[in-house]
């Protein structure tokens, strides 16, 4: 109960933030062996984007948060990649649980290599949701820009991209994105030579789900 109270306390100091403009976003930092910290400049680039076509002033400093730290609820949405192992301890599941329960929000992009895994961690958080994949006419593709779905930014395996989440009391508090590699798309050009156009779509969608985070959208 201590451990609810205080994360909802945190969790009101962040809304606050937010309603004062200087809200920030963290990427999650989680054990296991995988690399939770792939595609530095994504999330960096995807903050530039939406404070200039959205009108936002998210701050452009993007610390790492582990999955455990009470320093996760200073955050209204954490973002998580890589392509390998990911482990949740039980505290840390608990942890991630009452910060996503209290309003936080998470974003997971499967940098291909997670999917077997994070599916596994992710029943710890909440072993009674289960990952639901979202409808085209979700109102995340239907921001500040309209999709017919997930963009496909890398091929992979050649699988059709796929938007998954996690909705606990009706609302949307965990999107898992596979098959599409969008924070690949966010990343600066030269580390991936990415088309334009497909670095456009990643930033447009990202800016979605930013929006959807943030503001709601239902």
Not at 45 to 73: A, H, M, R
Request: net charge negative; with cysteine; glycine share 10%.
């Amino acid at each position: 109960m201590k451990r609810i109270i205080i994360g909802m306390s945190l969790m009101m100091v962040s809304f606050a933030s937010m309603a004062q403009g200087t809200y920030q976003l963290a990427v999650l930092k989680y054990n296991g062996g995988g690399d939770y910290y792939a595609n530095p400049t994504a999330l960096p680039n995807l903050i530039q984007f939406c404070n200039s076509n959205l009108g936002t002033s998210i701050s452009k400093d993007v610390p790492y948060v582990e999955v455990g730290s009470p320093e996760l609820f200073a955050y209204p949405m954490v973002h998580m990649t890589g392509h390998g192992n990911v482990v949740f301890s039980l505290s840390e599941a608990e942890n991630l649980r009452t910060y996503l329960m209290g309003g936080g929000f998470l974003h997971i992009d499967d940098n291909y290599g997670m999917d077997q895994f994070i599916r596994t961690e992710l029943k710890k958080v909440f072993p009674n949701n289960d990952l639901v994949e979202l409808p085209f006419n979700h109102p995340i593709f239907h921001q500040k820009f309209d999709f017919n779905g997930l963009p496909k930014i890398h091929e992979h395996d050649g699988k059709r991209p796929q938007a998954f989440g996690i909705i606990v009391e009706g609302r949307l508090v965990c999107l898992y994105t596979y098959e599409t590699d969008l924070s690949d798309g966010w990343e600066d050009k030269e580390v991936h030579n990415d088309p334009e156009e497909k670095r456009k779509q990643a930033l447009q969608m990202g800016a979605n789900i930013l929006m959807y985070a943030f503001f709601g959208g239902d």
